[in-house]
């Protein structure tokens, strides 16, 4: 089913990744695109064909699609005026691949802050990397974007000043025995720093005016597609980050090993330069990558989101099984408690993957013999439920099972031993996870009994996703003193 905003968020997000034009240049072009659509579809041209057309009246000024590539409307349009590549494109690919590099770099001298300040023992101050750790690893990557979206520099320093501001307060913050809230500080850090990339990723948010009504529409980082784009970032990223991280591992015991075989010991200098180096350079090199092998990736995600939905719920199946077999077993265990949040919140970001996925998996069209749907539009077979959406539904519905047994032991054990930071965390945490989890079985249902549209579910958990780093941002601020910092 043809989606005009999607079309449009995608386009502009090729434009924007090619680097040799900037964030106005780019807001100047889709109001151009916006404006030649609605004439032409004023002239009664469909949506799709006036999609088509307008950016062909763009002609080259979109270098910037030589990644791009689905096999849809997007394919064709790409097709239209794809450039050879050029010696300037060479260029700015080698300038931004530098960029890369020495943002990888700074990574690394990032995490040497400690150290320099007199805090370089690793052992002893262990907290204390571990709080700043988010801080080493995601700085860099909001830079690149800053960089590579040429988003204007006005509204996207002060947004650049959380990074420094938020490592001032975790810092200045002072730790106690048993250290519960600095720990809850470095878990809940980089939900609130992805949120920020976000902003970096999508461009600012501008209200696009459409039609003779001027029904207001957000882009940039509010935009639902930016959003769903985002989380399938992220978790390709993180796909990255484990894999290269294996290769390093593996190349950091040969190293290792062949300094031994001549009677070095290379693990001092390893552990204090190879290792952080390359592990907060990770980042940066695969939110590069990604972007670099954004064709691949987008034709992987689908695949790994069926794989990983039925061994889930299996998983799922599993727990609910044990908890009926010892039911006392997830109030009393505590281990037990932690291991479904732990469980829960990989479910929760696997339905938003599959969920990216989805978009793409729904974007090619219907078979050309395909007769029309009795239904409407909104229940075309490409938008129809199919068997993942099936076991998606009843992994969240699962989900929401588990979490109802986690949240009563939650509460058993509140009423029992009283709050603690780590129970109030779990509390707030379980009872978001529920709201959400519930709202994404209903959308499900529906649209799987009721035939609605299943963008209904992406707007509603994209509009759901900020109340996470909110939340976040209330544990590593209020926690530490209304807990007397321990």
């Known amino acids: 089913?043809?989606?005009?905003?999607?079309?449009?968020?995608?386009?502009?997000?090729?434009?924007?990744?090619?680097?040799?034009?900037?964030?106005?240049?780019?807001?100047?072009?889709?109001?151009?695109?916006?404006?030649?659509?609605?004439?032409?579809?004023?002239?009664?041209?469909?949506?799709?064909?006036?999609?088509?057309?307008?950016?062909?009246?763009?002609?080259?000024?979109?270098?910037?699609?030589?990644?791009?590539?689905?096999?849809?409307?997007?394919?064709?349009?790409?097709?239209?005026?794809?450039?050879?590549?050029?010696?300037?494109?060479?260029?700015?690919?080698?300038?931004?691949?530098?960029?890369?590099?020495?943002?990888?770099?700074?990574?690394?001298?990032?995490?040497?802050?400690?150290?320099?300040?007199?805090?370089?023992?690793?052992?002893?101050?262990?907290?204390?990397?571990?709080?700043?750790?988010?801080?080493?690893?995601?700085?860099?990557?909001?830079?690149?974007?800053?960089?590579?979206?040429?988003?204007?520099?006005?509204?996207?320093?002060?947004?650049?000043?959380?990074?420094?501001?938020?490592?001032?307060?975790?810092?200045?913050?002072?730790?106690?025995?048993?250290?519960?809230?600095?720990?809850?500080?470095?878990?809940?850090?980089?939900?609130?720093?992805?949120?920020?990339?976000?902003?970096?990723?999508?461009?600012?948010?501008?209200?696009?005016?459409?039609?003779?009504?001027?029904?207001?529409?957000?882009?940039?980082?509010?935009?639902?597609?930016?959003?769903?784009?985002?989380?399938?970032?992220?978790?390709?990223?993180?796909?990255?980050?484990?894999?290269?991280?294996?290769?390093?591992?593996?190349?950091?015991?040969?190293?290792?090993?062949?300094?031994?075989?001549?009677?070095?010991?290379?693990?001092?200098?390893?552990?204090?330069?190879?290792?952080?180096?390359?592990?907060?350079?990770?980042?940066?090199?695969?939110?590069?990558?990604v972007g670099q092998k954004q064709s691949l990736i987008e034709s992987i995600a689908p695949v790994l989101a069926r794989i990983f939905t039925p061994l889930f719920l299996l998983v799922l199946l599993s727990l609910l099984t044990a908890f009926a077999l010892t039911p006392n077993q997830a109030y009393e265990n505590r281990s037990m408690l932690i291991w479904f949040d732990v469980i829960l919140a990989i479910v929760l970001g696997l339905a938003l993957y599959s969920m990216s996925a989805r978009e793409i998996d729904d974007s090619f069209p219907p078979a050309a013999d395909q007769s029309p749907d009795p239904l409407g539009p909104s229940r075309r077979r490409a938008d129809a439920p199919r068997l993942w959406d099936l076991l998606t539904c009843a992994l969240i519905l699962s989900a929401v099972l588990v979490d109802i047994i986690a949240l009563s032991g939650i509460i058993m054990r509140l009423s029992a031993y009283g709050f603690t930071p780590n129970r109030a965390a779990a509390l707030g945490e379980n009872i978001l996870l529920l709201i959400n989890l519930i709202l994404l079985s209903l959308g499900y249902l529906r649209y799987i009994l009721k035939g609605q549209p299943f963008r209904d579910i992406l707007v509603m958990q994209m509009r759901i996703l900020p109340i996470y780093p909110i939340w976040a941002l209330i544990v590593i601020m209020l926690f530490p003193p209304f807990f007397a910092f321990r």
Request: charged share 15%; net charge negative; proline share 5%.
């Open 1 to 289: 089913m043809f989606e005009l905003e999607s079309q449009i968020s995608t386009w502009k997000r090729h434009i924007q990744a090619a680097g040799s034009i900037g964030y106005s240049d780019s807001e100047e072009l889709e109001s151009h695109l916006r404006d030649s659509i609605d004439e032409l579809s004023e002239q009664g041209v469909s949506e799709e064909e006036a999609f088509l057309l307008a950016v062909r009246r763009l002609g080259d000024t979109a270098v910037i699609h030589e990644e791009f590539a689905k096999l849809t409307t997007e394919d064709l349009w790409r097709s239209l005026f794809v450039p050879a590549d050029s010696p300037l494109t060479a260029r700015r690919n080698r300038i931004e691949l530098l960029i890369v590099l020495g943002l990888a770099v700074c990574a690394g001298l990032l995490s040497k802050i400690p150290a320099v300040l007199g805090f370089g023992d690793l052992e002893q101050y262990s907290l204390l990397y571990l709080k700043n750790a988010a801080l080493f690893a995601f700085t860099p990557i909001a830079v690149y974007f800053l960089y590579k979206r040429a988003l204007p520099l006005r509204s996207s320093i002060p947004v650049l000043s959380i990074f420094p501001f938020m490592a001032i307060l975790i810092n200045l913050y002072p730790s106690y025995e048993p250290h519960h809230t600095a720990i809850l500080t470095a878990v809940h850090l980089p939900i609130v720093l992805l949120s920020v990339l976000l902003y970096f990723y999508g461009g600012p948010s501008p209200l696009i005016r459409r039609g003779h009504q001027g029904a207001g529409t957000p882009a940039g980082w509010r935009s639902t597609n930016t959003r769903l784009n985002f989380v399938r970032f992220a978790g390709e990223s993180f796909i990255y980050v484990i894999l290269i991280g294996l290769g390093g591992l593996v190349l950091i015991f040969l190293t290792a090993g062949t300094f031994e075989l001549i009677g070095l010991d290379a693990f001092p200098f390893i552990t204090a330069w190879i290792a952080p180096f390359g592990f907060f350079g990770l980042f940066i090199m695969a939110a590069y990558l």
